[in-house]
């Protein structure tokens, strides 16, 4: 993290609505420390939502890849000649 994105608890106490300010309109986060260690992280909302949101997204894609590596897929032409198959089957057109 940037130096000048790095702040003390204790800038946060005296400087909250200023610095809440400056991260909602940067919409970069700000490490607070505490005793010269990181403590937390602020950020804006919509950051916020947008960071789990594709947290989201990533775990869908790592749980897609572990089902095509342990075969539990099929071709999706096979997919849909099972569909027409179904469909047939039960009078559908």
Do not use: W
């Not at 800038?11 to 400056?22: G, P, T, V, Y």
């Not at 005793?35 to 916020?48: A, F, I, L």
């Not at 075969?71 to 047939?88: I, N, S």
């Amino acid at each position: 993290m940037k130096p000048s994105r790095v702040r003390p608890l204790s800038h946060l106490k005296s400087r909250a609505a200023e610095m809440i300010r400056n991260i909602v309109e940067s919409r970069e986060p700000m490490l607070i420390t505490q005793n010269g260690e990181g403590r937390v992280v602020v950020q804006d909302v919509q950051s916020y939502e947008d960071l789990h949101q594709t947290l989201a997204l990533l775990k869908i894609l790592a749980m897609g890849q572990k089902t095509i590596e342990a075969g539990q897929c099929m071709d999706a032409g096979d997919v849909f000649t099972e569909m027409d198959r179904l469909d047939r089957q039960e009078g559908v057109e």
